[in-house]
């Protein structure tokens, strides 16, 4: 059984690594306190732990309060220390189709501009011909 400090390492990395400007912000707590919870000298409160989740939302709150499961939600344990993120493919399929369909509208967008400008040079090149004929 980890002790909160342990998950809170394991969540956000080590006090010395963590962006304590961010977690103070969004925690609204001094950097003392959130040093507090990290060191072990206080229990993580309650609204610390729905404010962590919203940060995080794939936290399994049920591993960080009652250790029961694994830490984090949507995981595949691949050792006792090593967990992955099951990839979710459908959703990216479809967001890669998404965006490629932005891309190609992007790219026939750039093609016009690009065939506009050519027409308003070559349009600009006429009449400076025309005005240093009449000069």
């Known amino acids: 059984m980890k002790n909160q400090s ?20 969004h925690f609204q707590k001094t950097t003392n306190m ?3 919870y990290w060191d072990g000298k206080h229990e993580v409160p309650m609204d610390f732990v729905i ?12 591993w960080f309060i ?19 993120t099951k990839p979710n493919i459908e959703t990216s399929e479809k967001e890669n189709k998404i965006l ?6 992007l790219e026939k ?13 070559s349009m600009a090149s006429i009449q400076l011909g ?6």
């Open 51 to 62: 404010k962590m989740k919203e940060l995080h939302p794939n936290i399994n709150l049920n």
């Open 6 to 25: 342990d998950k809170l390492s394991l969540i956000f990395g080590e006090w010395k690594e963590v962006d304590k400007y961010q977690l103070v912000n």
């Open 109 to 121: 967008q750039v093609t016009a501009i690009i065939a506009g400008f050519q027409e308003v040079k």
């Open 100 to 105: 490629q369909k932005k891309i190609t509208v």
């Open 66 to 84: 009652a250790d029961q499961g694994d830490p984090f939600l949507d995981e595949v344990s691949i050792s006792s220390s090593k967990k992955v």
């Open 130 to 135: 025309k005005i240093r004929v009449y000069a």
């Open 34 to 36: 959130l040093k507090r």
